[in-house]
């Protein structure tokens, strides 16, 4: 699959069904979203910057391309938020998709009001320093997860999931299945009766009828 096969089917799956599909144990959880409800899909940029410093986030946008989602390791540390509006709208102007931030951030008005895909941990009026270090394209930790450059990121109102391109065409098929599988369960809860097939071969596995 091209990466623009891989973004328009991502668009229609749901991270859930990526999330049960990666074994329920990976993903990225602990961040709020900021934006409203458009969807984040994009490739990462990694950037690891010093605890509310965001220098480095500054030179990491002059070399982003088009598409990229900005993922920056502030090391979970909240204290100074890491972006507000102005590197936002330059962020936009770049051609950035979003950004997932293990830190905070500020100006959330600005964000909810542009449409932007901001995912952080929290929100903080204080500004960030200017003075480094930091870096780039390196395998970062976001709430314990680790991202590595290039690997996709998706993020909807349950939370943002990571993974590597080489299992992105499988990952899809996978997730795909399971849509319709649940569309399945669906049809059969719609029915009205107390007997679920999908429900009572659970509770027969566990011994519970």
């Known amino acids: ?10 668009a229609r799956i749901p991270t859930s069904h990526l999330s049960d599909n990666l074994d329920r144990m990976q ?7 900021y934006h409203g409800s458009k969807k984040l899909i994009g490739r990462a940029l990694t950037v690891k910057v010093r605890p509310g410093d965001n220098l480095w986030i500054y030179k990491a946008l002059t070399l982003g391309q088009p598409g990229d989602v900005l993922v920056i390791d502030g090391h979970g540390e909240t204290s ?3 972006v507000g509006e102005l590197i936002m709208l330059y962020a936009i102007q770049r051609g950035f998709h979003g950004f997932v931030i293990d830190g905070a951030v500020r100006d959330c008005a600005a964000f909810l009001d542009a449409g932007f895909p901001c995912y952080a941990k929290t929100l903080n009026h204080k500004g960030p320093y200017k003075l480094g270090p930091g870096q780039i394209n390196v395998a970062v930790n976001v709430c314990g ?13 349950d939370g943002v ?11 899809i098929a996978k ?14 809860i719609s029915n009205g009766q107390v007997y679920q097939k999908w429900l009572f071969d659970t509770l027969e596995k566990n011994q519970l009828v």
């Open 175 to 188: 997730a795909l299945a399971t849509a319709e599988k649940e569309r399945g369960i669906k049809q059969e």
């Open 80 to 82: 100074n938020a890491l």
């Open 161 to 171: 999931v990571t993974f590597a391109p080489d299992s992105a065409q499988e990952l």
């Open 1 to 10: 699959m091209t990466d623009t096969e891989i973004f328009e089917a991502l």
């Open 27 to 33: 993903g990225i959880a602990g961040l709020n979203r």
């Open 145 to 157: 997860q680790v991202v590595n450059p290039g690997d996709w990121v998706v993020g909807d109102e």
